[in-house]
């Protein structure tokens, strides 16, 4: 596609479930990121992907929170058992290549409210 | 669309106005400087970069200014409009890996 798209743009959960969020980056960009955004914060780094490689996973705050990268293109991060404190915009985004040069394009981000 | 930050530092100025938005990065090894805008209900838009080889850069109305020394960055956007209406992110990240690393951001209001 054009962008980089993101499903569900909202998501309202129970505490305690599990839920699973949706990113489609631009066509043949290798390189996939996922960042959190909490009221009142910067954009904090969870994982990328880059090709075929091992993803980065130095920034999932838990092991309760997965990605993966199917056929190098969608991306799934899941959250299982949810706590209140993982309320907060998800944000994906694509790159053509892991570096700064190669620029990075954002989705709308998902905003998921934990009740 | 949810505003995505009600603590922000805020910075209020007058429609025509200059505004000049600052970021303290952390990493000194980091080489590369990205300024983004974020709209309420949007992903984060680049705006301008800057190289660490560099101490100034300019845009169409928009410079960032790079201090190594004291690990400073500053972005001064000319005639400000209301459409500049938005929170401003810097980013720091090296040139070749690692991902960006985002700062907390500034809200910018312009009052018409």
């Known amino acids: 596609g054009a962008g980089v798209s993101q499903s569900p743009s909202n998501k309202v959960t129970e505490k305690g479930k599990d839920v699973e969020l949706r990113c489609d980056p631009i066509?043949?960009?290798?390189?996939l990121y996922w960042y959190r955004q909490s009221l009142g914060q910067g954009l904090e780094f969870l994982i990328y992907?880059?090709?075929?490689?091992?993803?980065?996973k130095s920034g999932l705050p838990s092991d309760r929170f997965s990605a993966e990268r199917t056929g190098g293109s969608v991306s799934t991060l899941t959250i299982q058992r949810t706590q209140q404190e993982d309320s907060a915009v998800y944000l994906c985004?694509?790159?053509?290549?892991?570096?700064?040069?190669?620029?990075?394009?954002f989705g709308s981000g998902t905003r998921l409210t934990v009740v | 669309g949810e505003s995505v930050g009600l603590h922000l530092p805020t910075l209020s100025v007058q429609e025509g106005d200059n505004s000049i938005i600052n970021c303290a990065y952390s990493?000194?090894?980091?080489?590369?400087f990205i300024w983004y805008k974020q709209e309420s209900g949007k992903g984060p838009q680049f705006i301008i970069d800057?190289?660490?080889?560099?101490d100034k850069r300019q845009g169409q109305r928009v410079t960032v200014l790079l201090n190594k020394t004291v690990k400073h960055l500053s972005l001064q956007i000319a005639a400000t409009q209301p459409g500049d209406s938005a929170v401003y992110f810097c980013?720091?990240?090296?040139?070749?890996?690692?991902?960006?690393?985002f700062g907390k951001g500034t809200r910018l209001s312009v009052i018409a």
């Open positions: 066509s043949g960009h290798t390189a």
């Open positions: 990493n000194s090894a980091s080489d590369y």
């Open positions: 985004a694509s790159s053509a290549g892991v570096g700064g040069l190669y620029g990075y394009t």
């Open positions: 980013a720091e990240t090296m040139i070749f890996g690692t991902p960006l690393v």
């Open positions: 992907f880059q090709g075929n490689s091992a993803p980065d």
């Open positions: 800057i190289r660490s080889n560099m």
